[in-house]
């Protein structure tokens, strides 16, 4: 047989035993009659271990058989998987598994070899960093943070599997903490009435037509700070949703919409009128600035042209409102209160869905419709109404 099973056990720091289970390959021997072995797993199981040793030897005798790599996690992640992802995902996204992984994952895994890694190594540490693993003070992670890291440490041995490098994803075998079921989040929003008396509060600021695209858009804070001149048809009312200025590691970056959903948004007629005179305003200021005029062609943007910072565009919102009397809420909460206000006025899902830009009509009603008291009353009504009519 050129592939025969070793048991071995490895001592967690909390002293407790794990056994990860090996299928050791005979190559013969080298120039110096030296015997080659080279070692996979490990296993959680000696079943598992039968298997994989069944597809070894398979591969062996086929010719197709690949040595297991010497690469270990540290340089897997940072010279091979993190450049590749890079081209794959959002800027945001490969930011959250570039700090996730430096952080969580290489401190304690970044010097093993890519082939030593099995379930009991992620076990041990998805316990640590339950337990320990803050690093701006004590305590452990959530289990919904351990989670996410898992599946970042999923994905990146996948990957090692896919290029031939190990046999087998020991994260398949692991068992990462289930997310705790959280309870819905409370959505904040506005009644008609409050938001009318918001928009009359911010009447002659200089970024009244920003607070109304917002409201009467629904668009995300990053989509309304991407919006380009260019991406306007102001005489059909239409926005072209077509990208996003977010902030990752502390710069500014333009990227595509959330879910790579580039839309196209009808626009009411007071809006398009607000666009029109802040137009004007933006000239002015380009006028006055002369040639140190930054223009990025930004509808919304500082007076020299620069990019607004997003966190900036949500304090001053938050300033506006604590000088009011309405109910104190965030930016992102105009969403909220754009999504509610159009629903209660009975347009259907699929609309608000596509002016949103959310994956589906089905995620818009599961985000909102529970919020709205009185449409399920209403529909009751509605229906018994219409029966009751056809007599």
Not at 114 to 133: A, C, F, K, R, S
Not at 247 to 268: E, F, G, M, Q
Not at 347 to 364: C, D, M, Q, Y
Request: hydrophobic share 40%.
């Amino acid at each position: 047989m050129q592939g025969h099973i070793r048991k071995r056990t490895h001592k967690t720091k909390a002293g407790k035993e794990t056994v990860n289970w090996y299928v050791v390959v005979e190559l013969g021997r080298d120039a110096n009659a030296k015997r080659r072995q080279k070692w996979h797993g490990g296993y959680r199981t000696r079943k598992e271990a039968e298997v994989a040793r069944t597809k070894i030897v398979g591969d062996l005798h086929a010719g197709t058989y690949t040595e297991p790599t010497k690469l270990t996690l540290r340089e897997w992640v940072e010279d091979k998987w993190l450049p590749t992802v890079r081209t794959q995902v959002k800027p945001s996204t490969f930011d959250s598994y570039q700090r996730n992984i430096h952080l969580h994952v290489l401190p304690a895994l970044g010097g093993r070899s890519l082939v030593d890694i099995g379930p009991g190594q992620l076990n041990t540490l998805y316990v640590d960093l339950l337990e320990h693993g803050r690093r701006n003070g004590p305590g452990g992670l959530s289990p919904k943070t351990v989670h996410y890291i898992h599946t970042m440490v999923h994905k990146a041995l996948a990957d090692a599997v896919d290029g031939g490098l190990i046999a087998a994803n020991a994260a398949g075998r692991a068992k990462p903490p289930r997310p705790r079921s959280a309870a819905p989040k409370e959505l904040l929003f506005w009644a008609p009435e409050q938001l009318r008396s918001f928009l009359d509060l911010v009447a002659r600021h200089r970024l009244e037509a920003a607070w109304n695209v917002s409201a009467m858009t629904g668009m995300r804070r990053g989509e309304v700070l991407g919006l380009r001149w260019a991406d306007l048809d102001l005489n059909s009312s239409r926005i072209h949703v077509r990208q996003a200025l977010v902030s990752v590691a502390y710069k500014l970056i333009v990227s595509t919409p959330k879910n790579h959903l580039a839309r196209v948004i009808d626009l009411d007629p007071a809006t398009v009128e607000q666009i029109r005179l802040h137009r004007q305003r933006q000239l002015a200021e380009q006028e006055e600035w002369g040639d140190g005029y930054r223009d990025g062609d930004l509808l919304f943007c500082k007076e020299n042209g620069e990019p607004i910072h997003p966190q900036t565009l949500s304090q001053a919102f938050e300033r506006l409102v604590d000088k009011s009397d309405l109910p104190r809420i965030h930016l992102h909460c105009l969403r909220h209160t754009h999504a509610t206000i159009a629903l209660r006025a009975g347009v259907p899902p699929k609309v608000i869905s596509e002016r949103l830009g959310h994956e589906s009509p089905a995620f818009t009603l599961k985000q909102y419709a529970h919020v709205i008291p009185g449409m399920q009353a209403d529909a009751a009504r509605a229906i018994a109404d219409l029966v009751a009519s056809s007599n």
